[in-house]
Structures are given as C-alpha cells and as structure tokens.
C-alpha cells in the first residue's frame, strides 16, 4: 500500500514562503495498491491527485471524513469527476437529518460551484457511512464516528499485510480529564488499535489548546499519549493549523521529541511525503 | 472488548462535568458509567465498582410510592425509556440499604445516536423537596 500526502493542512489552504517545507493544502491523502486508488477527504490536495489515463481500473473511491469545507473544497477540481469513462464512489458519513447528496451539493451547486452534482459526467456512486465494514479492491474499509463537531468518521483501512489509520480531524480528549485511560471509552479507538500507521490530527500546541477546547482538534501532546494507547507503530501528526510556519512547526516537533519517550515513531505530515507499507 | 460509541462517550464527558447524579446503562440496562455526584446515591465508587450488571445495581436502592409501597421496577423512568426508547420523569423515594430515606426526582431519556440507533440511556436523579 503506496500512501502519498496530498495536503496536511487543516481549515484553510495556506500557501506561501512561510509553509513552503510542510505544505500548504487542505486535507487529501492518495493510497494505491494493485492499480487501485483511494483518496481520503478532498480538501485542495486532491488537485494533485493524477490518475493514471492508461490505466485500465476506471474506478476510484473518495472516501470523506467529513464535509467542512477543508476536506471538500478540492472535489470540484479533480479531473475524474468530468471525465464519463470513470466511475467514481464516494463515500461519506450519514446525517440524520439530510443525505449525503443534499450536502455535498450545498458546495457542488452555484454559486458556490459552477456545476452541479447531477451533471458530473462521471459514473458517481454516493455511499453513506456509519459504524460501518466494507470493501473495495485489495482493501478492507472499517469506519467510525469520532469526536469532532458534525458527522464525522475516521477509518482503519487494511491491505493485504497492513493496516493504516486515518483520523485527520479528531478529539479524543475530550473532556474534563482528557483522554481516559481505559481503552472502551476513547473515541476512534477500535480504528487505531495496533495500526501499522496512524495519520492523526495535531493541530495545537497543548497551551493552544486551553483555548480551543471543544473545536474538534487535538494538541500534539494528546495525539502522542492517542497514538501509545492504541499502540500504533508509526505516527504522523497532521492538520497543521493554518497560522503555524515551517518555523514553528519545526520548533514544536523539537520540543516535543524533547519532552517525550514515546517508544514508536513519530513525526510530522509533510504535504508530497510518500511512505510504502508491507 | 470494542469501545463505545461516540454517543455514550459524549454523554460520559458531559456526566464528568456536572455536579448532579448521572447513570448511564447500555440497553439491558447495564450501569455503564455513574458520575461522582451519584456515587454518594450508590454509596459506591466507579473506580471501585466499575461496570454494573443491572441485576447488581437496581438492588442497591428501593423505590417507594407515595404510599409506603415498593414500585414495580417497570414504573420507574429509566426502566420505561430502556423499554420503549422514550423521555421519562417522575418523583418518588428511594431507600438506600442502610434504611436512609429520600424524595428524589429522576428524568431519564434514551441515547439514540447517529442514523437513529439506540444505544442506551441516561437518568439524572436530584433530590426533590420534602413537603
């Protein structure tokens, strides 16, 4: 399983001199096995995405986290949505109230968008998602709710000898005393468990956070004590937010790395970063 | 064991967070999680205890009508929302097991999550004035 990252920014796209090294787009994720692809979120990462044209596999699958705009913005730019010989399944989570079409057309509708999702000339296949197993090509697909403000799910996508966890929005500590130790009561837990990979949100420095306590996001001290609980093997910290430089965030992985003896690997998401499992 | 759902671990959060009883049971009515607060109702730490069967837990007080008379367990709020998955209210007394007696209003409503699933439900017990 090839993971490519197209965007590791969280919120807003942040291109400039200052966020050059670890990327300025929003959230996508490109994983290929056996000539099959899936992208995780369309944030304006997806506008990196290339499918191959000689391929003969005609299908893709989208799979979203969740429908803020960060993790949709992309969609109405990649390629294969306008081209009629693809057939692209996205899939999303479930809404009690509206339908995953009703939603992404509030982006994919004037005036906020051109076109329609009716006249993508694509074959497009709307799935929605819960606590839900399924499959497609080499991959099993498990999806969770998780905490973050909206229906939102995370997933746990395992290939034929590896698993790997993505969690790009996600607070799991939550709460008065942060992250429980007990491992039944940490959301998205089941998805990370013994992961080869885990790709969680990091977005604050843990004094950032004392403020934003609620937002949906994680400081980077939570997603490491997150990432030893559920004993992932390798951990990316993602979602930078917007306002932190190259600088910074190079600043606060030092001092994390300096304030921590965590026995797994870590290190921060870097937009283009390609990393092969098993 | 698998984790809960997101919904039960909000409702286990915002329990941490306030300074009335809450129970919350899975739907068999198992004692999942009880907050401080219901701690001094139970006479028991969750720490200690941690999860309850139901059959365990619904001894550890006795309901009592207006009466004097023990309540059938299916006249009590949080019975009649794990049966039919609806809000309940209602005052009444509970005997603890050292004998000691209270008026307490409890208010239960069922966890029905995302893409409607019930997954359990939460009471709320506050003491209620003596007349």
Request: proline letters at 6%; aromatic letters at 10%; one cysteine or more.
């Given at each position: 399983?090839?993971?490519?990252l ?17 990327g ?14 899936l ?19 005609k ?6 986290s969740?429908?803020?705009?960060d993790?949709?913005?992309?969609l109405?730019?990649?390629k ?6 693809m057939?692209i399944h ?13 939603r ?11 076109v329609?999702i ?8 709307l ?13 099993k697909?498990q999806?969770?709710?998780v905490?973050?403000?909206?229906p ?17 929005d ?21 998805l990370?468990d013994?992961?080869?990979l ?11 956070y004392?403020?934003?306590i ?9 997603t ?18 917007p306002?932190h ?34 | ?23 919350i ?8 999680y009880y907050?401080e607060p219901a ?6 730490r ?7 069967p ?12 207006e ?22 209210h209602?005052?009444f ?39």
């Open positions: 399983m090839k993971i490519t197209r965007g590791v920014r969280g919120s807003i796209p942040t291109t400039g001199p200052d966020t050059k090294y670890y300025g787009n929003t959230a996508c994720t490109e994983i290929t096995e056996d000539g099959c692809m992208v995780l979120d369309g944030g304006s990462g997806m506008q990196h995405v290339h499918v191959d044209r000689n391929s003969t596999n299908r893709i699958d989208i799979l979203l969740h429908l803020h705009l993790h949709i913005q992309g109405g730019f990649f294969p949505l306008f081209d009629p010989n057939e996205i899939w999303g989570p479930a809404s009690s109230t509206r339908s995953l079409h009703m992404l057309s509030r982006y994919l509708s004037p005036p906020l968008f051109p329609v009716r006249d993508l000339p694509c074959k497009l296949v799935h929605e998602i819960e606590n839900s197993v399924f499959e497609t090509g080499p991959f697909i999806s969770a709710f905490l973050h403000p909206g939102t799910v995370g997933y746990r996508i395992t290939s034929k000898k590896s698993v790997f966890t993505y969690l790009p996600h607070e799991p500590a939550l709460g008065l005393t942060g992250i429980l130790k007990n491992t039944k009561w940490i959301s998205g837990f089941d990370a013994g992961t080869d885990l790709y969680h949100d990091g977005q604050y420095t843990t004094e950032e004392k403020v934003r609620g937002w949906g996001h994680s400081c980077q001290q939570d490491l004590l997150f990432a030893s609980l559920t004993g992932a093997k390798h951990l990316l910290l993602a979602h930078h937010d306002s430089t190259d600088a910074q965030l190079t600043d606060m992985f030092l001092s994390l790395q300096k304030n921590n003896n965590y026995p797994f690997k870590y290190e921060m998401a870097v937009e283009g970063m390609e990393i092969n499992l098993p | 064991m698998p984790a809960y759902e997101i919904e039960i671990i909000l409702n286990r959060q915002l329990a941490d967070c306030l300074s009335i009883p809450v129970f049971t899975d739907t068999k009515g198992n004692l999942i907050n701690e001094e109702i139970l006479g028991q969750y720490e200690e205890t941690g999860e309850m139901v059959e365990t837990w619904s001894t550890v007080f006795k309901p009592i009508d009466s004097g008379n023990v309540m059938p367990p299916d006249d009590l709020p949080l019975v009649k929302t794990l049966k039919d998955c609806l809000p309940y209602k005052t007394r509970i005997e603890n097991l050292m004998g000691k007696s209270e008026k307490i209003s409890v208010t239960s409503y069922p966890i029905i999550g995302r893409a409607n699933r019930f997954l359990g439900a939460v009471a709320i017990f506050w003491k209620a004035k003596e007349e």
